[in-house]
């Protein structure tokens, strides 16, 4: 329990400080287009029909004393099967966005250029944290809540250190690539 809390305050830290630097640096705009192109990654989400959660709702189902071996290559499979599923969409939807910038992000040339800069860094995080979430919540399926909730924390702590180190110095980038640390 202590762990979880201390996971959401980490988090609430996280996200205040790193979109206060974004703003200081960049303005609303960099902080528009970062949610702009959150929002776009994220709707690629659609196309997981259900398989994490599935994976952990079976898994969870198990007594991990007596269904050991079972239950490990159950997690396994699930990620193996969703590391392909969000490559895929990782993929695909860096084709796709890189092609229809200028539809995703209307006007701004420079804006655009920002985009395109980014989009690499985004769509590998966007990977690394679907994969992420099932190993964390994989945890939480075999009974280790308190271990995912301590990584998660870890996770956190090195982002906030990226975030303040590199978003002064090289803006909405440097968010992105404390997000992409977060998940390694």
């Known amino acids: 329990m202590r762990a ?12 205040f400080f790193s979109y206060r630097l974004v703003v200081m640096g960049g303005g609303l705009e960099a902080l528009g287009l970062w949610s702009t192109l959150m929002a776009w ?21 198990l007594e991990l004393a007596e269904h050991g071996p079972d239950t490990r290559r159950y997690v396994d499979t699930g990620i193996g099967m969703n ?3 969000f490559f895929v969409l990782s993929i695909v939807g860096y084709l796709a966005f890189s092609a229809l910038i200028g539809t995703l992000v209307p006007g701004d040339a420079e804006a655009q250029a920002a985009a395109v800069a980014i989009l690499p860094v985004m769509f590998l995080s966007f990977f690394l944290t679907n994969i992420s ?17 301590w990584l998660t924390v870890a996770g956190s702590l090195v982002q906030l250190v990226l975030v303040v180190t590199l978003v002064p110095r090289i803006g909405l980038l440097g968010l992105a690539m404390g997000q992409l640390g977060s998940t390694c």
């Open 4 to 15: 979880t809390v201390i996971a959401f305050i980490v988090n609430i830290a996280l996200l």
């Open 41 to 61: 990654i994220f709707l690629i989400r659609m196309g997981d029909i259900g398989m994490t959660s599935a994976t952990v709702r079976y898994v969870s189902r």
């Open 83 to 85: 590391g392909v599923l």
């Open 133 to 149: 979430g099932l190993v964390l919540s994989s945890l939480r399926a075999i009974h280790l809540g308190y271990m995912s909730a």
